[in-house]
């Protein structure tokens, strides 16, 4: 190619540039119209912006910051057509629904901060952010309007009637974002756990363990899902949540801890976190006469029953045939290690229905709200592992209601995208007809993280293999922009 030609391409390309962030800037109908023919040639197959209008924008937010009024206008203007270019583009595009998750920080509330966040989402084509509202003991709720048991995330002085959640729905609808909640659920964190009165509350474990010394970091405090005050006390804080009225409420560590080498494995009673009061109890109540009950009393305390327990039994209670508990058959063929068998099934049920029982309660507010609700679980966290044991985190989400949206956390490390798309087609070979399979995705774009191949290349593979998803979400921000998040999470709010 000559010199002339040459100056005449790079001149067309600067030109063909400029002409999109115009188009992507301008107000005309034939400009949108020009945008909706274009915008996959302009754009990757993601909805993401050009560069130019990016460039564009920011400098206006930050022209609008310093008190410009033109830039204010202009960049009002800007947003509402990235907003519109976003609904299109995304109603046409693969996933329809691309989602991404984020954790807000005390710093988020200085002015224009949601505003920058919220852009950089919409400039790489997410129509969807999952704010997490509810982590590490302390909820996203301004301190003057926060009656639950946790602090609230901003609690600097003079910050009390800053709402961030409120901020960033309001904000992400006007960028044509759906904004959900995301919370902790069965997790309640430490300052739960240093409340008066809590410690009832926790899980326990039968070497009289919690989670607080079980967790090697102490980072997590899960709760006996049968007490009644943890249940009250989520309940409200849903309920407080919801008040903002986000556009839908997705629930997270719906399970218990999981522990390192064997302690990932609950193989024998002892291992599970039913040893709270309220926990034994209800196991307990499962019995269904006296026999039933003081057997199942006896293998809880003692981990295993045995014939003097079976003969004690017998002539404890000799005008009842057979002990009897919730979903037992008894069987003229049962014997001691069948009855055994049957104790530790019935434990690890009762432990299992401990979890979809929380669930279900906590999504009751949103159901009579009409939000949507959503559960987010690993897909390997309600594995049985080898003859008796099974995953120690007892994540029943098969049992989960199908008319939750479901988020399976397709974390797999294996250098390509086979394992990940496994775990996303062992959900969906599960999931009830109708179910809607959410896939989390961890990565970045544009480049491998942890061994996980770069965001394009597992969305190009989950496409392939899953064609029935239509909706993907990526975790996490933090991942995508890690100098912003550290920023963010360390810097002092004055």
């Not at 830039?71 to 057509?81: G, H, I, N, P, T």
């Not at 976190?273 to 109540?285: C, F, G, R």
């Not at 290690?337 to 929380?358: E, K, M, N, P, T």
Request: aromatic share 10%; proline share 4%; net charge positive.
């Amino acid at each position: 190619m000559s010199n002339s030609s040459l100056q005449r391409a790079q001149q067309w390309r600067r030109l063909h540039r400029r002409l999109v962030a115009a188009l992507l800037t301008s107000s005309s109908l034939v400009s949108q119209c020009w945008l909706m023919q274009t915008a996959q040639a302009q754009t990757t197959a993601y909805c993401q912006l050009p560069n130019e209008a990016i460039t564009q924008k920011e400098n206006l937010r930050i022209g609008a910051l310093k008190g410009n009024t033109d830039s204010d206008k202009r960049y009002k203007a800007l947003v509402k057509q990235h907003a519109d270019y976003l609904r299109q583009c995304r109603s046409r595009t693969w996933p329809n629904t691309q989602s991404i998750w984020l954790r807000l920080y005390p710093c988020d509330a200085r002015s224009g901060g949601i505003d920058d966040i919220l852009d950089r989402l919409v400039n790489r084509g997410y129509n969807q952010v999952n704010v997490e509202v509810f982590y590490d003991g302390q909820v996203l709720l301004p301190m003057s309007d926060n009656q639950t048991a946790w602090p609230s995330v901003v609690r600097t002085p003079g910050t009390d009637k800053i709402d961030l959640l409120a901020q960033i729905i309001q904000k992400g609808r006007e960028r044509g974002m759906r904004v959900y909640a995301w919370m902790y659920t069965m997790n309640f964190g430490y300052s739960y756990a240093q409340r008066s009165g809590r410690q009832g509350m926790l899980a326990r474990n039968g070497r009289g363990e919690t989670s607080v010394t079980y967790v090697p970091d102490g980072s997590q405090v899960f709760v006996d899902p049968y007490n009644m005050q943890a249940k009250t006390d989520y309940y409200q804080l849903v309920q407080a949540v919801l008040k903002r009225r986000p556009d839908g409420i997705l629930f997270d560590y719906i399970r218990y801890p999981r522990g390192t080498g064997s302690d990932s494995v609950a193989a024998r009673v002892e291992d599970l976190w039913i040893y709270s009061e309220a926990a034994k109890q209800a196991l307990y109540d499962r019995a269904l006469n006296r026999k039933g009950r003081e057997l199942i009393q006896r293998y809880i305390s003692k981990g295993s029953i045995n014939a003097s327990d079976l003969a004690s039994v017998n002539q404890l209670y000799p005008d009842e045939a057979t002990p009897l508990w919730q979903g037992r058959t008894p069987s003229a063929a049962d014997s001691l290690a069948s009855l055994q068998w049957q104790l530790w099934q019935l434990s690890v049920a009762h432990a299992a229905q401990g979890i979809l029982d929380f669930l279900n309660l906590a999504t009751v507010p949103a159901k009579r709200a009409g939000i949507k609700a959503g559960a987010v679980f690993f897909p390997d966290g309600n594995q049985a592992v080898g003859q008796v044991g099974y995953d120690s985190r007892l994540q029943p989400w098969d049992r989960f209601s199908s008319s939750l949206e479901w988020y399976p956390m397709s974390y797999g490390v294996c250098g390509n995208t086979r394992c990940i798309d496994d775990l996303v087609k062992r959900v969906v070979s599960r999931a009830s007809p109708g179910t809607q399979v959410i896939p989390v995705l961890a990565g970045d774009w544009g480049r491998s993280v942890s061994n996980r191949p770069a965001l394009e290349v597992q969305m190009r593979a989950l496409r392939q293999e899953v064609p029935q998803i239509d909706s993907v979400s990526h975790f996490a921000y933090s991942w995508q922009d890690p100098g912003s998040d550290r920023d963010r999470k360390f810097c002092r709010l004055d």
